[in-house]
């Protein structure tokens, strides 16, 4: 497989399973049951973080795309933001027109 179809299959894999860990339930529910058991430690609070988790979850992707050193840290740090890109982008179209407004308002809170 080429190392540009690695990179996209990883960097959708790392966007899915943080989506998964972090806004979803589960199959089971056994992400709640999880994040129940974690409670407020660190592991608990990075699976409330989309941008945290998704540094973890870059790092076994990373490894997947390249094993040469001085590519793995730029690949890693990519595919963490790929993903965080692939969810501000599912968070757009999922937004309504009211909440867009509300975003628009002088004062609200923006990342």
Do not use: Y
């Not at 730029?74 to 982008?89: N, Q, Y």
């Amino acid at each position: 497989m080429p190392i540009w179809m690695k990179f996209i299959v990883a960097a959708l894999a790392t966007w899915r399973l943080t989506h998964l860990l972090v806004s979803e339930d589960g199959p089971g529910n056994v992400v709640v049951r999880v994040r129940r058991r974690l409670g407020d430690g660190a592991l608990g609070r990075a699976m409330d973080c989309f941008w945290c988790l998704s540094i973890w979850i870059a790092i076994p992707a990373a490894l997947f795309v390249t094993r040469q050193p001085l590519e793995l840290v730029p690949t890693w740090l990519a595919l963490s933001g790929v993903a965080c890109l692939l969810e501000r982008a599912g968070e757009a179209v999922t937004a309504s027109p009211a909440q867009d407004a509300t975003e628009r308002q002088p004062g609200a809170d923006s990342r």
